[in-house]
């Protein structure tokens, strides 16, 4: 059932009214914090208020502007919008808590607009996810950009404005180049926008030429830079130069969430499994993308910089969703949506325990960090744990993930891919094992024992730990999301 409600709206607003609220109480950096927290927590309740509605199989909608027929600024509430909303709202929470004392901590310059451009950047994030058809997610899509522009600029500095041009042309160029095009034509084809009710059917009637569908899919494949699909990954590393907190946002929660979020919502309601069977566009697209995985993983292995290795890391990992959707089989859709979750809440604990490395010991490189672990057991061990799940070993989240993508590509008859989840999971072992062995068993360097050194403040720590047992309880008890992805896959 369909249900007309404003809390999509209100949902959308808590992050806007957080913003100004910051912006107004500059010079009271403990009320501006707080307002940035209690709107994180208000866009979190309202969001945990509307899953319970869909989580028994209903819809929310509501219509802002109508601008032609077919064509209108909608949001809507369904199963996949969940899996998104609910983690990009959840660790707001804790990215902003965490923030407090990372930005503190180092003494970091204008704090109001870095938590006001946070704030409008989760704005955008959930404008996304509750995008009822391709305009109004192609709107939040571009605010998205534009308001991480200034976090990756933070700094101020000649890399840190190189690494902000670089994030922006990449972003906007293929957006305005690719997928506005794409969105004109498909409207002028279809006379909607709107997404199909179920992933099967797409928008497109059968009498459409099928070389002119199989163009326009290319086009948002490419266009929607943000999910990192090589060759249109190299604003990703490039924004590293960003604040921790930044980094930790731009990968496990807003940018490149949006990015894979928005390329599997237009493959499957847009285009649809029927349509892209019968065209044979999803296997081509899983082999495409396995490249990404294989190559990106190769790269973070030659990696010393931490950061970096996690930023490699992310291009990789990425793919594993849009590969999931391309093999067009119930468990490979199912375990690239599932991934959504399991890559944020794995991903947001690295960036967060190398954001505290760097408060604690100001060190950036893991061949700098041998013994570090028995200094920093809390940290290095949130880092252990989340490293297996991104490697995809059980208990933790990503052996889910890695469970539904195995089936899916049998189910698909593809020994391809699988055997590329088998490689990448070793290049997973051999870049992310390294770490933690070097942490907790390393020899600290002669004449730095790293006694004086200890855990980053608790404002850290707490998101941490959190973050990294979340991680592990959504591979333990797997339900709750994978309610709402067989939801999707009906």
């Not at 003494?107 to 109001?112: C, F, G, R, S, V």
């Not at 070793?426 to 600290?444: D, E, H, I, T």
């Amino acid at each position: 059932m369909i249900i007309e409600s404003p809390q999509l709206l209100f949902a959308l607003l808590a992050p806007v009214v957080g913003s100004v609220l910051v912006m107004l109480t500059k010079n009271k950096p403990n009320l501006r914090e707080t307002w940035s927290f209690l709107s994180s927590v208000a866009m979190f309740l309202l969001v945990a208020s509307m899953a319970r509605t869909v989580w028994h199989g209903d819809t929310l909608h509501y219509t802002l502007f109508t601008l032609l027929p077919g064509l209108s600024i909608t949001l809507r509430a369904d199963a996949f919008s969940m899996v998104f909303a609910l983690i990009a709202s959840f660790l707001w929470m804790l990215a902003v808590f965490y923030s407090m004392g990372y930005m503190r901590g180092l003494k970091e310059h204008a704090q109001t607009r870095f938590n006001a451009c946070f704030a409008l950047a989760l704005f955008g994030a959930m404008g996304v996810a509750f995008a009822d058809n391709l305009f109004t997610l192609y709107l939040f899509y571009e605010i998205v950009s534009i308001v991480t522009y200034p976090l990756v600029a933070h700094h101020q500095d000649e890399e840190g404005y190189e690494g902000a041009k670089k994030y922006i042309i990449y972003l906007t160029t293929t957006a305005k180049g690719l997928l506005l095009p794409a969105m004109i034509l498909i409207y002028v084809l279809t006379g909607t926008l709107d997404f199909a009710p179920n992933i099967r059917d797409g928008i497109f009637s059968g009498d459409i030429n099928s070389s002119l569908v199989v163009m326009l899919y290319i086009f948002c494949l490419i266009g929607f830079a943000k999910n990192g699909v090589m060759p249109m990954h190299h604003w990703l590393p490039g924004a590293m130069v960003a604040p921790t907190p930044v980094s930790a946002l731009l990968h496990a929660v807003a940018v490149v969430k949006v990015g894979v979020f928005s390329t599997t919502r237009v493959m499957l309601y847009v285009f649809g499994t029927d349509t892209m069977s019968a065209l044979n566009l999803g296997i081509p697209t899983a082999y495409f993308v396995s490249f990404t995985i294989l190559v990106a993983s190769i790269i973070a292995l030659t990696k010393d910089n931490l950061k970096a290795r996690l930023a490699y890391s992310t291009v990789s990992q990425l793919s594993y969703i849009i590969l999931g959707a391309a093999l067009l089989t119930v468990p490979g859709i199912q375990g690239g949506i599932v991934h959504i979750a399991n890559h944020a809440f794995a991903k947001i604990t690295l960036f967060f325990c190398a954001g505290a490395i760097y408060v604690a010991t100001h060190k950036k490189n893991i061949s700098d960090m041998s013994g570090l672990g028995r200094a920093m057991p809390f940290t290095f061990g949130a880092f252990a744990l989340a490293s297996l799940s991104m490697i995809g070993a059980p208990p933790v989240g990503g052996f889910i993930t890695k469970w539904y993508l195995l089936i899916g590509a049998l189910d698909a008859n593809q020994i391809g891919i699988i055997l590329v989840l088998l490689t990448s999971t070793l290049l997973n072992v051999a870049y992310f094992a390294p770490v933690s062995f070097k942490a907790f068993f390393g020899k600290p360097p002669a004449g730095e024992p790293y006694a004086g050194i200890k855990e980053a403040p608790l404002s850290m720590v707490i998101p941490i730990m959190l973050a990294a047992i979340i991680s592990l309880v959504v591979g333990i008890y797997p339900d709750f999301f994978m309610h709402f992805v067989r939801t999707v896959t009906g």
